[in-house]
């Protein structure tokens, strides 16, 4: 879906997406926190605030 050709940052993407399903699944929230220069971990705004939306806990406090 997202074409990503490295295959060790394909496997790392299918793995973090995997934690985050399972932790939905059980009831948790998924917990992300920010770079040291207060960016999004990822740096996919959208992507976070889709996550937010199914529940995820983003904290800005870093």
Known sequence: MLEID???AA???D???C???SQLEEGKRP???RNADGGAA???AATIEWMKKLGAEV????
């Open 19 to 21: 934690w985050i399903i």
């Open 59 to 62: 904290n800005d406090d870093d």
């Open 15 to 17: 793995e973090a997406c």
């Open 42 to 44: 990822s740096g996919n």
């Open 11 to 13: 496997f790392c993407f």
């Open 6 to 8: 490295d295959g060790f």
């Open 31 to 33: 917990f992300f926190s």
